[in-house]
């Protein structure tokens, strides 16, 4: 079974600063796709950014990028100019290419605070 | 285009009793998905719907059951309540079509669960 750790239970950054958020995942599979997704508490999981496991550009998304570093299985997702709105609970999920229903297997997740 | 719908928003029931919850599909999205996020925590798989079958389900026992009906719209049952399933239960639902397996999923806002 697949398993994705946040080891950041919380983060703060100054308004306009940079952060990194980290992620690892433990899989066997070659071929997976890995996502960023952030709740803030109107409780809505919105997708920021994903990455195929394929691919060895790493994804990005106006402000926000990742570091995916496959051999080490590390998924760390960058965000720059930080803005008040990007305050909120962040997670990291893993998803296999083969499996049938595609499901997500979600981290603990990082709660982000954003500094004025 | 209206996305994820989730009804209720906030549910109270006590021990022992049965609860439903109900989800709509985006507009052109065939597949539903189930997650239970308890506090503090991300969220976990329940099961998944698609042509009003079960598809997959994670590690939930049979208390838990769900249905798909020809409008892609689903339900999540629970029965015999218990103090631990209060949580959030939020619904994903994605599209086959195409690359399927590339398709995100798109999320409501949840239904919070709580149990006296």
Same mark, same amino acid.
């Given at each position: 079974?697949? %398993? #994705? %750790?946040?080891?950041? *239970?919380e983060m703060s950054?100054?308004?306009?600063e940079t952060?990194?958020?980290?992620?690892? /995942?433990?899989?066997?599979? &070659?071929?997976? /796709?890995?996502?960023?997704?952030?709740?803030? *508490?109107?409780?809505?999981?919105i997708?920021?950014?994903?990455?195929?496991?394929y691919?060895?550009? !790493?994804?990005?998304?106006?402000?926000?990028?990742?570091?995916?570093?496959?051999?080490a299985?590390?998924?760390?997702?960058?965000?720059?100019?930080?803005q008040?709105?990007?305050?909120?609970?962040?997670?990291?999920?893993?998803?296999?290419?083969g499996?049938?229903?595609?499901q997500?297997?979600?981290?603990?997740?990082?709660?982000?605070?954003?500094? *004025? | 285009d209206? @996305?994820? %719908?989730?009804?209720?928003? +906030?549910?109270?029931?006590?021990? @022992?009793?049965? #609860?439903?919850?109900?989800? &709509?599909p985006?507009?052109? +999205?065939d597949?539903?998905?189930w997650?239970?996020?308890?506090? @503090?925590?991300?969220?976990? $798989?329940?099961?998944?719907?698609?042509?009003?079958e079960?598809?997959?389900r994670? !590690?939930? *026992?049979d208390? $838990?059951?769900? +249905?798909?009906?020809? !409008?892609? &719209?689903?339900?999540?049952? #629970?029965?015999?309540?218990?103090? @631990?399933?209060?949580?959030?239960y939020?619904?994903? &639902?994605s599209?086959?079509?195409? %690359?399927?397996?590339?398709?995100?999923q798109h999320?409501g806002?949840?239904?919070?669960?709580?149990?006296?």
């Amino acid at each position: 079974a697949q %398993t #994705v %750790t946040q080891s950041q *239970p919380e983060m703060s950054v100054q308004e306009a600063e940079t952060v990194t958020l980290s992620c690892t /995942y433990d899989t066997s599979e &070659s071929d997976y /796709y890995l996502f960023w997704y952030k709740q803030p *508490p109107s409780r809505q999981m919105i997708l920021v950014i994903r990455q195929e496991a394929y691919k060895q550009q !790493n994804a990005t998304e106006n402000r926000f990028s990742v570091n995916f570093q496959k051999a080490a299985k590390s998924f760390s997702l960058k965000i720059s100019d930080s803005q008040l709105g990007d305050a909120a609970m962040y997670f990291c999920a893993y998803r296999s290419a083969g499996s049938i229903a595609r499901q997500l297997t979600f981290g603990s997740g990082t709660q982000l605070t954003v500094l *004025p | 285009d209206a @996305g994820v %719908t989730q009804s209720p928003t +906030h549910l109270i029931k006590t021990r @022992g009793q049965q #609860v439903t919850l109900r989800c &709509s599909p985006k507009s052109g +999205h065939d597949t539903v998905s189930w997650y239970q996020q308890a506090l @503090g925590q991300g969220p976990q $798989f329940i099961f998944q719907y698609y042509e009003e079958e079960e598809r997959q389900r994670g !590690n939930f *026992p049979d208390r $838990f059951s769900g +249905h798909q009906f020809p !409008n892609y &719209s689903s339900e999540l049952n #629970v029965n015999a309540l218990l103090l @631990g399933d209060s949580a959030l239960y939020l619904c994903a &639902s994605s599209s086959s079509a195409g %690359t399927g397996n590339n398709q995100p999923q798109h999320f409501g806002d949840g239904t919070r669960l709580s149990i006296l």
